[in-house]
């Protein structure tokens, strides 16, 4: 079966969460979490830190740059992920959707190439 990438689209500005809200949204996101490993389709997954703690190395001249915070500054950052494996995109974008309603913030559902050729 395919590999599905589902990445957490979070807001990098705005005003932020309401005390107690990250709490709910983490265990809403833990119940899909489990849902999925009893559908035996969960393969890897995680929150990240927030994008000021990321290192960015940059090719520059044959050498790499090593360069404090996120490759580029933007409206919005990957703040987790979860790699499922299901039949195909109909089932990934149903996973999907769950993971939406419990982050209550976008996630992109994109297919991994398929290697095994």
Same mark, same amino acid.
Do not use: C
């Given at each position: 079966?395919?590999?599905?990438?589902?990445?957490?689209?979070?807001?990098?500005?705005?005003?932020?969460?309401?005390?107690?809200? +990250?709490?709910?949204?983490?265990? !809403? $996101?833990? #119940? @899909?979490?489990?849902?999925?490993?009893?559908?035996?389709?969960? %393969?890897? =997954?995680?929150?990240?830190?927030?994008?000021?703690?990321?290192?960015? +190395?940059?090719?520059?001249?044959? !050498? $790499?740059? #090593? @360069?404090?915070?996120?490759?580029?500054?933007?409206?919005?950052? %990957?703040? =987790?992920?979860?790699?499922?494996?299901?039949?195909?995109?109909?089932?990934?974008?149903?996973?999907?959707?769950?993971?939406?309603?419990a982050t209550t913030i976008p996630i992109e559902v994109?297919?991994?190439?398929?290697?095994?050729?």
């Amino acid at each position: 079966m395919p590999n599905y990438l589902m990445t957490v689209v979070e807001p990098s500005t705005g005003p932020g969460l309401a005390p107690g809200q +990250l709490e709910q949204i983490m265990k !809403d $996101v833990d #119940v @899909v979490h489990r849902e999925m490993h009893d559908a035996g389709i969960w %393969v890897f =997954g995680g929150g990240l830190h927030p994008p000021a703690t990321a290192t960015t +190395l940059r090719p520059r001249d044959g !050498d $790499v740059l #090593v @360069v404090d915070g996120p490759f580029a500054e933007g409206k919005e950052h %990957v703040g =987790g992920f979860s790699v499922i494996d299901v039949p195909d995109l109909d089932a990934a974008l149903a996973w999907g959707r769950r993971l939406a309603l419990a982050t209550t913030i976008p996630i992109e559902v994109r297919p991994f190439y398929d290697t095994s050729a």
